[in-house]
């Protein structure tokens, strides 16, 4: 079934020993989206027409984890390495040296990971909601623990095996209160992320909106509420328990600035720059060309507001020399 528009097309491949599911449209130099959590390939389905049209060859997926990609068992299989390796295998596939990078929330991880691990793969990164994050002095877990001792801290509890059945219980709360309840306007958005220990898990803290907010309908939340009951959270929760083996592996190349152009974008009320402000790359992305802030937008920020954040997409990518 079709889920975008006719300009996309679909099909499955296989690389770096997983399947990934892609979404495709338009010709030209390549754009690769990575999407974040709790999202899939289907998350840029506004970009994917807006940057055919502007002359690129756009290609969103289901990344290992999500969707209709490979969910690996191991929890290793989820790595940065594993991660990234993906990327640089489907550009081998599709036969291209290089392609800009433009990654969401944990898909920012990702395409900062590209440019700072294998920059000579990278035409140009844009990072969207989570800033390029420098190594820090040690296990990120470890830290988040000594900081919130015995209080809830959402990165912390995705470690325990309880988070599985927590966020996959009932797949349409669980995603409802992420996409709907950390949206502008909404009293409650950070509660889910950090708060006392004795309010529960995590579902337990969404914020349940009743009435859809107007930059998503109904069958697209369906879409998201149905890909998620019938994968459950398991694959997606293991990204976050890599955080201390990315530390670990990242080691070689640590010290290493990111060169390559860049730009960050996120919403202005986006909840996750309490946590990583943008001023966490300086020094560290040495040609970032462009911090764009999108006013009445959330975390969701290709979703809520697609008009401006294709329009400044476009803008920066075409800055660029062709790759």
Same mark, same amino acid.
């Given at each position: 079934?079709?889920? +975008?528009?006719?300009?996309?097309?679909?099909?499955?491949?296989?690389?770096?020993?997983?399947?990934?599911?892609?979404?495709?449209?338009?010709?030209?130099?390549? !754009?690769?989206?990575?999407?974040?959590?709790?999202?899939?390939?289907?998350?840029?389905?506004?970009? @994917?027409?807006?940057?055919?049209?502007?002359?690129?060859?756009?290609?969103?997926?289901?990344?290992?984890?999500?969707? #209709?990609?490979?969910?690996?068992?191991?929890?290793?299989?989820?790595?940065? !390495?594993?991660?990234?390796?993906?990327?640089?295998? @489907?550009?081998?596939?599709?036969?291209?040296?290089?392609?800009?990078?433009?990654?969401?929330? =944990?898909?920012?991880?990702?395409?900062?990971?590209?440019?700072?691990? @294998?920059?000579?793969?990278?035409?140009?990164?844009?990072?969207?909601?989570?800033?390029?994050?420098?190594r820090p002095s040690g296990p990120p877990i470890e830290?988040?623990?000594?900081?919130?001792?015995?209080?809830?801290?959402?990165?912390?509890?995705?470690?325990?095996?309880?988070?599985?059945?927590? &966020?996959?219980?009932?797949?349409?709360?669980?995603?409802?209160?992420?996409?709907?309840?950390?949206?502008?306007?909404?009293?409650?958005?950070?509660?889910?992320?950090?708060?006392?220990?004795?309010?529960?898990?995590?579902?337990?803290?969404?914020?349940?909106?009743?009435?859809?907010?107007?930059?998503? *309908?109904?069958?697209?939340?369906?879409?998201?509420?149905?890909?998620?009951?019938?994968?459950?959270?398991?694959?997606?929760?293991? =990204?976050?328990?890599?955080?201390?083996?990315? =530390?670990?592996?990242?080691?070689?190349?640590?010290?290493? #600035?990111?060169?390559?152009?860049?730009?960050? &974008?996120?919403?202005?009320?986006?909840?996750?720059?309490?946590? *990583?402000?943008?001023? +966490?790359?300086?020094? =560290?992305?040495?040609? @970032?060309?462009?911090?764009?802030?999108?006013?009445?937008?959330?975390?969701?920020?290709?979703?809520?507001?697609?008009?401006?954040?294709?329009?400044?997409?476009?803008?920066?990518?075409?800055?660029?020399?062709?790759?």
């Amino acid at each position: 079934m079709r889920v +975008i528009t006719s300009e996309v097309t679909e099909r499955d491949v296989h690389v770096n020993g997983v399947d990934l599911h892609l979404y495709e449209a338009g010709e030209g130099p390549l !754009v690769l989206l990575c999407h974040g959590f709790p999202e899939l390939g289907y998350s840029w389905r506004h970009q @994917l027409p807006a940057l055919a049209a502007a002359g690129y060859h756009a290609v969103a997926m289901d990344q290992r984890g999500y969707g #209709k990609a490979s969910a690996p068992e191991p929890v290793e299989a989820y790595d940065i !390495v594993a991660l990234t390796d993906d990327q640089a295998a @489907l550009l081998d596939l599709v036969g291209a040296e290089r392609a800009a990078f433009v990654g969401h929330d =944990w898909g920012a991880n990702v395409v900062w990971g590209m440019a700072h691990r @294998l920059p000579e793969r990278v035409a140009a990164v844009v990072g969207m909601s989570v800033p390029f994050v420098p190594r820090p002095s040690g296990p990120p877990i470890e830290i988040m623990r000594s900081m919130f001792g015995d209080n809830f801290f959402y990165m912390v509890y995705f470690q325990e095996e309880a988070a599985d059945a927590d &966020l996959g219980a009932d797949a349409s709360r669980t995603i409802r209160g992420m996409l709907l309840g950390m949206t502008p306007g909404s009293p409650d958005a950070a509660v889910p992320m950090f708060g006392p220990a004795e309010a529960g898990g995590f579902v337990d803290r969404l914020p349940q909106a009743t009435l859809l907010p107007a930059w998503i *309908t109904d069958a697209e939340l369906d879409h998201y509420i149905e890909e998620f009951s019938r994968t459950g959270f398991r694959g997606a929760i293991n =990204w976050y328990r890599n955080l201390d083996r990315n =530390w670990s592996l990242s080691e070689p190349w640590a010290q290493r #600035k990111v060169t390559c152009p860049a730009m960050f &974008l996120a919403g202005a009320q986006d909840v996750v720059l309490m946590m *990583t402000p943008p001023s +966490i790359m300086d020094g =560290w992305v040495t040609d @970032l060309r462009e911090t764009v802030m999108i006013e009445g937008a959330g975390h969701w920020v290709q979703q809520e507001k697609p008009a401006e954040t294709n329009e400044a997409l476009v803008r920066f990518l075409d800055t660029l020399d062709r790759w």
